[in-house]
């Protein structure tokens, strides 16, 4: 006798969704008990985003829904209760408790404690009738002296609280929950609530969210069949929320692309006041298969009032963005090197600065240089030992450039040693630095419409994107090549 999950969802007609979700709150204990009741025709919760289309088209409540589906508007399929069968990715889930009232649509899932086929008869379900008290009860406290928007906004903020007085673990133990609010003394209703010790003020102005998500990749590309080539993306979703109240609550979902590469080592901000298991069980070390856990990744918090970094995060992308090569020659004097450089052709082709470092710290001030460049320009920083590719903005249309050069170097002393081994030999290197703008290579991103805020007032929620991150100059694209290879 529990619920798997619960949604408030705002019908809104007219919407790209039609739709809203207003409140959703699932119950992973029960989950784990459906799966094993279940057996092989356990169907798990859908995110939001699928069970939100799901619902409504199975209520005819899409604007574009007018075509006749079998097997939902045939006559042997008149549904006279207000238990459904959703069709997300595939599989049945069964039942729904869903019903349509002030333009709010309630929705539960019921735990079955029983195999799922052949279907078991409602009656015998005693969390179908647990699931339907529980959302009358919170129609009946969502609308019982509900003026207007601002007091249903306010109500909404406080059923999270509410829930956990009575539905905790997913077992409903008392469906009024005015009885709940009398009961946990709500701020609304009593006194205000304590300032915790870690928050030193409160905000006060307009409400506002504003969300950041950086990745640095990490690369290094030796060209020799006894080393294998690494690379990485490290990333940082970094928030600043300004929201009004004593403890605002907060969960912002990030989500992949279709195949995205899985999100792992992923280590939160202490304000994060729960996670998914499997969220924090991802790790690099372990090997990725289709089973891995691919979101969306939903983090709960209580932000403190400054700027902060939610969570950092790794993954494991397919290819490197940038394919590189470097050989080098060394003749009398001279210095004859050649760079080659490929621009992957999945990565997008517009940089807010992309250059390639070359040093020669232990030779000596450059004296001379010859070279040819097949595509941007080339800066010498002669007292520095340091060759400095400016590749601009863009790529050529066939992604692929390259640069060769002879230098000739002031010699120090015929037998003075090099002070480090670096840059001298097989231990040379380039350095490739760039940065995208409003892009990721995972592909990640916050979805503005998925932000859930339990605070007075509607907030402005903006999200932004960059690989790699600010400084304009920074070294956190690697091409570490040994000498002598060449780039097929």
């Known amino acids: 006798m529990a619920l798997r999950a619960v949604w408030l969802i705002r019908h809104e007609p007219g919407t790209p969704l039609g739709g809203t979700v207003k409140f959703s709150r699932r119950y992973p204990t029960v989950e784990k008990r459906a799966k094993v009741f279940n057996g092989m025709n356990y169907v798990p919760v859908p995110e939001d985003g699928p069970f939100l289309k799901a619902l409504l088209f199975q209520l005819r409540l899409l604007d574009d829904d007018k075509d006749f589906v079998e097997s939902r508007d045939s006559c042997s399929n008149i549904n006279k209760t207000?238990?459904?069968?959703?069709?997300?990715?595939?599989?049945?889930?069964?039942?729904?408790?869903?019903?349509?009232?002030?333009?709010?649509?309630?929705?539960?899932?019921?735990?079955?404690?029983q195999a799922l086929s052949p279907r078991p008869p409602l009656i015998s379900i005693s969390g179908v009738s647990q699931g339907l008290e529980l959302l009358l009860g919170v129609h009946d406290f969502l609308y019982s002296s509900q003026k207007n928007d601002t007091d249903l906004h306010s109500r909404l903020s406080q059923l999270p609280d509410l829930l956990l007085q009575a539905c905790p673990l997913g077992t409903l133990l008392d469906a009024n929950l005015q009885n709940s609010l009398n009961s946990l003394n709500f701020v609304s209703v009593t006194q205000p609530q304590k300032q915790p010790a870690w928050k030193v003020g409160t905000y006060k102005g307009k409400a506002q969210i504003s969300i950041s998500i950086t990745e640095n990749v990490k690369s290094m590309q030796y060209g020799k069949q006894d080393i294998a080539d690494t690379w990485q993306v490290v990333g940082t979703v970094a928030c600043k929320c300004d929201l009004e109240g004593v403890m605002p609550n907060v969960t912002i979902s990030l989500n992949l692309p279709t195949n995205g590469s899985p999100l792992q080592d992923i280590i939160v901000h202490p304000c994060v006041t729960s996670l998914d298991s499997a969220i924090l069980t991802s790790s690099s070390i372990d090997t990725v298969d289709d089973s891995a856990f691919s979101g969306p990744y939903k983090f709960p918090f209580t932000p403190p009032l400054e700027s902060f970094n939610l969570c950092h995060y790794t993954s494991q992308v397919p290819v490197p963005?940038?394919?590189?090569?470097?050989?080098?020659?060394?003749?009398?004097?001279?210095?004859?090197?050649?760079?080659?450089?490929?621009?992957?052709?999945?990565?997008?082709?517009?940089?807010?600065?992309?250059?390639?470092?070359?040093?020669?710290?232990?030779?000596?001030?450059?004296t001379h240089l010859e070279y040819k460049v097949s595509f941007g320009q080339l800066e010498v920083f002669r007292e520095k030992s340091l060759l400095v590719w400016?590749?601009?903005?863009?790529?050529?249309?066939?992604?692929?450039?390259?640069?060769?050069?002879?230098?000739?170097?002031?010699?120090?002393?015929?037998?003075?040693?090099?002070?480090?081994?670096?840059?001298?030999?097989?231990?040379?290197?380039?350095?490739?630095?760039?940065?995208?703008?409003?892009y990721t290579l995972t592909g990640c991103y916050a979805d503005q419409h998925s932000v859930q805020v339990f605070a007075s007032g509607k907030p402005k929620i903006s999200a932004c994107l960059s690989l790699p991150s600010s400084p304009p100059v920074c070294d956190n694209v690697e091409l570490r090549c040994y000498w002598p290879f060449r780039f097929n």
């Open 321 to 366: 963005p940038i394919l590189g090569s470097y050989h080098m020659k060394e003749d009398g004097a001279q210095l004859k090197i050649t760079v080659n450089l490929k621009l992957h052709e999945s990565v997008r082709n517009n940089f807010e600065i992309c250059e390639a470092h070359i040093p020669f710290y232990n030779r000596g001030p450059i």
């Open 82 to 113: 207000s238990i459904y069968g959703l069709s997300v990715g595939g599989e049945d889930l069964w039942p729904v408790i869903a019903f349509l009232r002030n333009d709010m649509i309630y929705a539960s899932v019921p735990l079955v404690e």
């Open 390 to 438: 400016i590749i601009g903005q863009k790529f050529p249309k066939s992604m692929e450039i390259s640069l060769s050069g002879t230098l000739t170097f002031r010699v120090q002393g015929h037998n003075r040693q090099p002070f480090d081994h670096i840059c001298i030999g097989s231990t040379a290197y380039v350095k490739l630095n760039f940065r995208i703008a409003d």
